[in-house]
């Protein structure tokens, strides 16, 4: 009986480092997607989405869906979210007015130039360091993993983040409360030194 709960020892350590590690890939997204809606009041997704508006300047939302790799349906609510924070605006396409295309506003585009890189983003370049022979060896133990928790069948998107595809409503206010303050302040000042040197 002890021989036995001897060789059971190693089993359970390193079952339990398994679990620990998969704990830390899970806090360090979680902890990323937290960072980026406290301080941009957006996710993941909605900073992708805004990126790649960003870079084509304007797009239809069926092009837009498929080139980030989200659904029609997923897309047209962050849309409808954004649209509502002044970050895009939709128009009427010159060349076909039954096409509704969306654009970025300048609001965006500084968004887009001051937000942090994404995480998948990093580790997709740690990824590219690798061998291909380990790239696959990762991959089918992840695929393994996905299929013991029961997870294979989950649709998801090539994207690191939690929770939902789009930010709270609570972060949004203290993200835009925030702006609010700093352009306010901005003005207090302008309207001092005026007030100083005339």
């Known amino acids: ?14 079952s339990e480092q398994v679990l620990v590690a998969l704990r830390r890939i899970v806090r360090a997204i979680d902890l990323h997607s937290r960072r980026l809606a406290q301080e941009f009041g957006l996710t993941g997704p909605q900073v992708i ?26 897309v047209t609510d962050i849309l409808n979210r954004l649209e509502k924070r002044g970050l895009i605006e939709r128009t009427r396409s010159l060349l076909d007015r039954r096409r509704v295309m969306v654009v970025p506003s300048e609001a965006a585009v500084v968004l887009v130039e001051t937000s942090p890189p994404l995480l998948h983003e990093q580790f997709s370049s740690q990824l590219e360091k690798l061998e291909e022979w380990e790239l696959t060896q990762i991959l089918s133990v992840l695929q393994r993993v996905a299929f013991m928790m029961d997870a294979q069948g989950v649709e998801a998107s ?30 207090d000042e302008a309207q001092e030194t005026d007030r100083i040197n005339p």
């Open 1 to 14: 009986m002890q021989s036995v709960s001897k060789d059971m020892a190693p089993q359970k350590d390193i």
């Open 49 to 74: 989405l805004l990126r790649e508006l960003v870079r084509h300047g304007e797009m239809h939302v069926a092009e837009l869906a498929k080139n980030i790799s989200l659904s029609h349906a997923t």
């Open 158 to 187: 090539p994207l690191l983040a939690t929770g939902s595809v789009t930010a709270e409503p609570e972060m949004i206010e203290v993200v835009t409360r925030t702006e609010t303050n700093q352009e306010t302040a901005t003005k």
